[in-house]
């Protein structure tokens, strides 16, 4: 019988024969935690007494950076404090978000299972990685291991075909599965995507449309290792280092086998409080905002940006809005500048804050008040998750935030991008 994606990664760090709904404990390649888990990390490891880690580590102050409090910067001291006692890697603030920083170090490769104290692990199955997310404690005791244990996820085969309308983009075509599937409808499963709208998108895209398979309750998800990855990758891994791709075998057994036509999917919008709570963008003309933040784990690279300020050049952001903008990591920031496209963003009206999560999690940088209306290019828009229970968050694409900054309403940024 044949195997997926997920059987595979976790056989090979078993050092057994897996299927799906086995339990095993396998060798983990890689760990990571952030300034908003770390610090019971580090508690549990020197509870653990655990004088030397047995995975490879490292930490990136990302949450809350710099520092918004006083009990903040504690955190982070007692996090640059562990690194130098342990020598293990840590990005400091301005380095970026975790699940762009993490990518871009080389660190992880294809075939590599990887643990993250942060739900938005999954991100980095874009490269071909068994990555997910779990609490501290776990972490911490596979530092102390080198080990965890699984249950192999049963696996989504889904299928996306089409050719992409040009004002739509990753991001809608996660929204619209996870609208289809529902919030809770891949939990603990892991996800392979395929065709050719897949096959079309760049590694941004890929980046994105991973990073938001936890919204559907997923464990893990994997796109296709082909000449786009591999030419990302080779930027990015030491010199002399052989990639090991894992591919599904032709035979494997998938639990359900999904196909979706994008060729006239529409740009969308995850209402609040809810990310399956998902319309056309044009649908919302009569919402007014108040904040527009285009940044996160999900779409703040190099494209999002771009994309962005296509449709904010020589544009202003509407009076009484708030356009607020967070580069995924310095990498991003530097290439945006070179191009021109933080001019753009500034002089349009915005404000550009610090590489790193901005205000996704509520913590800094751009908190909404009681009502009001913020859109957004990050992942998530359930109550409280800006630091305001009484706050709306609308999810979007950056096309449909820039757009949505233009007039002061949720719009679809088509009339921006077709003209």
Not at 267 to 291: E, M
Request: glycine share 10%; with cysteine; hydrophobic share 40%.
């Amino acid at each position: 019988m044949g195997k997926t994606i997920a059987e595979k990664i976790l056989s090979r760090h078993a050092q057994k024969d897996l299927s799906a709904d086995d339990f095993a404990l396998c060798e983990v390649d890689f760990a990571f935690g952030q300034d908003g888990t770390s610090s019971i990390i580090i508690d549990r490891i020197k509870e653990l007494g655990a004088d030397k880690l047995k995975t490879k580590f490292c930490m990136v102050i990302d949450h809350s950076a710099p520092s918004p409090s006083e009990g903040v910067s504690r955190v982070h001291k007692k996090m640059r404090t562990f690194a130098l006692d342990y020598r293990t890697q840590l990005y400091d603030i301005g380095c970026g978000v975790c699940h762009q920083v993490i990518p871009e170090s080389g660190a992880i490769l294809p075939g590599d299972l990887v643990l993250g104290a942060d739900s938005h692990t999954c991100t980095y199955g874009a490269i071909g990685v068994f990555s997910t997310g779990v609490g501290s404690t776990d972490l911490s005791l596979t530092l102390a291991n080198g080990k965890n244990w699984f249950k192999v996820p049963r696996t989504y085969k889904i299928i996306v075909k089409g050719k992409l309308p040009r004002c739509v983009f990753a991001k809608d075509i996660i929204l619209h599965i996870i609208a289809d599937l529902g919030a809770a409808g891949a939990t603990y499963k892991a996800v392979e995507f395929y065709g050719p709208a897949i096959d079309s998108l760049d590694m941004d895209g890929r980046f994105t449309i991973c990073n938001m398979l936890v919204e559907m309750g997923a464990k893990a998800g994997f796109m296709p290792i082909d000449k786009t990855t591999i030419s990302w990758l080779s930027k990015k891994i030491p010199k002399g280092k052989k990639l090991k791709p894992v591919t599904a075998d032709c035979d494997a057994q998938y639990e359900r086998v999904l196909e979706y036509d994008v060729s006239k999917l529409k740009a969308l919008v995850a209402r609040p409080h809810s990310v399956d709570n998902v319309v056309p963008a044009s649908k919302l003309r009569d919402i007014k905002i108040n904040q527009a933040f285009l940044g996160t784990c999900t779409n703040g690279r190099l494209t999002d940006l771009k994309t962005a300020a296509q449709v904010l050049k020589s544009r202003s952001v509407a009076p009484g809005v708030r356009l607020i903008v967070a580069p995924a990591s310095r990498s991003v920031f530097l290439r945006a500048m070179e191009a021109g496209i933080i001019d753009v963003f500034v002089k349009s009206g915005g404000v550009v804050v610090a590489p790193g999560c901005g205000p996704c999690v509520g913590t800094h940088n751009g908190i909404p008040a009681d009502g009001e209306i913020v859109i957004s290019s990050a992942n998530r828009n359930f109550k409280g998750r800006m630091g305001n229970p009484n706050a709306f968050i609308y999810l979007a694409s950056p096309a449909t935030v820039a757009a949505s900054a233009i007039e002061g309403r949720i719009t679809d940024p088509g009339k921006y991008l077709m003209a």
